[in-house]
């Protein structure tokens, strides 16, 4: 099984500041990465796949990067509306799916 | 618009069965595989299940294999999750998404399941 873990568990972050979240698996996955957002009461939203590709809708400020093992989810300039718990999901393994831990991005 | 919309939780004590129901619109179902996933309050999304397109294949996370039954009705594009053998453990709301190779793209508000 492919273990997906997530750093740093909780990251408090000024408005306007950048963000980076990273993303670690137990083995190489690939680019086969996807990034969601979650806000408090709400299901999941889709915000990266493929590593680095934005989902559409999803605005400029959110990036993707990585391979293999290390990925990284930067947001450019935190927004009030960005704070949630984000996730990274393996897609290597299709169709067994592994979620990482989740990273809490909260305001400082 | 893509829309997926569970149904069927409920409180049931330990042992207990329940058929969860997803309902989907808004794109071709029977072209697309589908997964259910699970978060426990308070915690992380674990992958619970998912079927092939025409649900030739069904696959399963260790933690449910034996006690859940996933099916799909393309005529009516719902999924369906038949919860057996429930444990406390299961408490949890149910999401179901469409899946792709890359990416889970939409997914339904959730159903919210008590074993107690």
């Known amino acids: 099984e492919i273990v997906m873990t997530q750093s740093p568990a909780t990251l408090s972050v000024s408005p306007g500041d950048r963000a980076t979240l990273s993303c670690r698996a137990s083995q190489s996955v690939s680019s086969n990465v996807a990034w969601y957002q979650q806000k408090p009461g709400q299901a999941p939203r889709l915000l990266i796949y493929g590593a680095s590709t934005r989902a559409t809708g999803i605005p400029a400020r959110f990036s993707g990067s990585g391979s293999g093992t290390e990925f990284t989810l930067t947001i450019s300039s935190l927004q009030s509306e960005d704070i949630a718990v984000y996730y990274c999901?393996?897609?290597?393994?299709?169709?067994?799916?592994?979620f990482g831990p989740g990273t809490k991005v909260d305001l400082k | 618009e893509v829309q997926l919309l569970e149904s069927g939780g409920g409180l049931v004590q330990p042992g207990g069965s329940l058929r969860l129901s997803c309902a989907a619109s808004g794109f071709t179902f029977s072209n697309h595989a589908i997964s259910w996933v699970r978060q426990a309050p308070g915690k992380g999304l674990e992958w619970v299940s998912s079927?092939?397109?025409?649900?030739?294949?069904?696959y399963y996370a260790d933690s449910v294999k034996g006690r859940f039954t996933i099916s799909r009705d393309d005529s009516k594009s719902t999924l369906h999750l038949q919860l057996s053998s429930l444990r406390v453990e299961d408490t949890a709301v149910y999401y179901c998404a469409k899946t792709t190779y890359y990416d889970w793209d939409s997914w339904g508000q959730g159903t919210l399941v008590t074993v107690s």
């Open positions: 079927i092939s397109t025409f649900g030739h294949f069904t």
């Open positions: 999901q393996q897609f290597n393994n299709w169709p067994i799916f592994t």
